[in-house]
């Protein structure tokens, strides 16, 4: 084992030591890194009955994970640690410019620099703005760079305009800045599609979504970011609907759907977020959330095809399925199956509210809730953590785990105003999904009697609303 730099020097050790746990986390504040072992780094703690080994790969994931206030000290004991490393594996987990001087200076430049160019690079490429003469009744709209890592260590630099300043009826307008996204029961839908009919499912990510839609209904400037090449005494104008706009989610989808209208596709529902083309017996669809896309196909062919064009067109980064919008899919086409699950979010989830040590539970609810016994008052901070929570579960029940849609539901009723008993139970689903954190939904091919038949199922208990005794239905279309 490789020590730090002030103790340089080759420690034998008697065994391999145990992979670390994100579960020890909570339980370990003085967590810090001694060195490296093969391809893994090695952990120590007063608390641990022992080293621990970190893979290179899941760097980055504890890093996160510890970026929770309850777990500030462990986050700095882990990040002053890792500063000392003098063996160079895995990604940089230096500090993170806040702003664009700081990510300009001798500290940073190396990393952030490039980042910032690449960005400017498209703005560039994309014929995004235009320079034009300031004068005094130009109205500028902030600007702000963001800086972030990506989960691999790269450095990430992104120019956001604040659309926050911009005005209703002049700069944007009511009614035509909402851009549906695929539903969790539509991706449900064609994922069972493709198990029954043994279709390859692959996805997409457009590179720069935002600076593909052009901006040809307002007038907005802005002053021009650190490294973009513009005149003195100008400033620029927004050709096209980039990062920060009101209107930049609506303005890429357009730019998507009158392409897929020109190759021939037709949209299979209202919002436009499913779109199909069919050649004979061959099929190809796309299901669209924001840059997200799937495809699912029963020709290779005509999906490859299909990617070739839409390069030509977009900057993709493409390929089989494997995690879209936190969701693990496997596809074993041959064998008409396909399996989805949330694994690795429930795991964040479960860091984020402190509940990776918890105990397991055997089922996410014991009883109905009511206001009326909600329990002892939270405070501000705990009511705001609690619609948190409530809104990360639903994010759960509605894409892969069904089987805390009602808890979720019970939970959602008390946002306005939730009681200790109330965040009790929330937790309790917490605990449950701790025990149940690899469970999701699997897909095949129906035999027999089965194929093609739509099964429902519904029920209705009877007055179960302890506030306002109103009965509540259930139902299930499989």
């Not at 700095?76 to 410019?97: E, K, N, Q």
């Not at 701790?434 to 194929?451: F, I, M, N, V």
């Amino acid at each position: 084992m490789s020590l730090l730099p002030d103790v340089t020097k080759e420690v034998f050790l008697p065994m391999q030591p145990i992979a670390f746990s994100l579960e020890e986390v909570c339980n370990t504040p003085d967590l810090r890194f001694v060195g490296t072992c093969q391809d893994s780094y090695v952990l120590v703690s007063s608390h641990l009955d022992g080293p621990r080994s970190l893979p290179v790969s899941q760097v980055l994931d504890l890093l996160h994970y510890t970026m929770d206030p309850s777990l500030a000290a462990v986050h700095v004991s882990f990040c002053d640690s890792y500063s000392l490393l003098s063996a160079d594996l895995g990604p940089d987990l230096r500090l993170i410019p806040k702003t664009c001087s700081q990510a300009l200076s001798p500290d940073f430049i190396t990393d952030w620099k490039p980042a910032m160019e690449k960005e400017i690079q498209g703005f560039l490429k994309h014929k995004c703005f235009a320079p034009v003469p300031l004068t005094p009744h130009l109205r500028m709209l902030p600007g702000q760079w963001l800086f972030s890592r990506k989960r691999t260590g790269q450095a990430k630099a992104r120019f956001v305009i604040g659309g926050h300043r911009q005005r209703l009826g002049t700069d944007y307008f009511e009614f035509q800045n909402y851009c549906a996204v695929l539903a969790s029961r539509d991706n449900r839908v064609l994922l069972a599609l493709a198990a029954a009919q043994g279709w390859h499912i692959y996805q997409t990510d457009v590179e720069q979504m935002f600076l593909h839609g052009v901006l040809d209904d307002v007038d907005l400037y802005i002053r021009p970011p650190a490294l973009y090449p513009c005149p003195t005494d100008h400033v620029l104008k927004l050709l096209k609907a980039v990062y920060g706009l009101h209107q930049a989610p609506p303005k890429f989808k357009k730019e998507v759907t009158v392409w897929l209208k020109s190759q021939g596709y037709s949209p299979a529902n209202d919002s436009e977020t499913v779109w199909i083309i069919r050649k004979g017996d061959k099929v190809l669809i796309h299901a669209l959330y924001a840059d997200d896309f799937l495809h699912f196909s029963n020709c290779k062919d005509l999906y490859a095809k299909f990617r070739d064009q839409f390069k030509n067109r977009f900057d993709i980064k493409t390929g089989e399925v494997s995690v879209y919008l936190g969701n693990k899919i496997v596809v074993e086409s041959d064998q008409f199956k396909t399996s989805i699950n949330q694994s690795e979010y429930i795991e964040e989830i479960l860091g984020k509210f402190d509940m990776g040590s918890s105990h397991a539970v055997g089922t996410p609810m014991t009883g109905r809730l009511s206001a009326s016994e909600k329990g002892k008052d939270l405070s501000a901070p705990e009511k705001a953590s609690y619609r948190v929570l409530v809104g990360s579960l639903l994010y759960l029940a509605c894409w892969t785990r069904p089987d805390i849609s009602f808890a979720v539901s019970e939970l959602s009723r008390f946002v306005a105003d939730p009681g200790q008993n109330h965040m009790s139970a929330a937790k309790r689903v917490l605990r449950y999904l701790r025990g149940t954190k690899d469970l999701g939904l699997q897909y095949t091919r129906p035999t027999g009697s089965s194929a093609n038949r739509l099964h429902g199922y519904v029920d209705s208990d009877w007055a179960g609303c302890a506030d306002k005794r109103k009965s509540t239905t259930g139902y299930v279309l499989m």
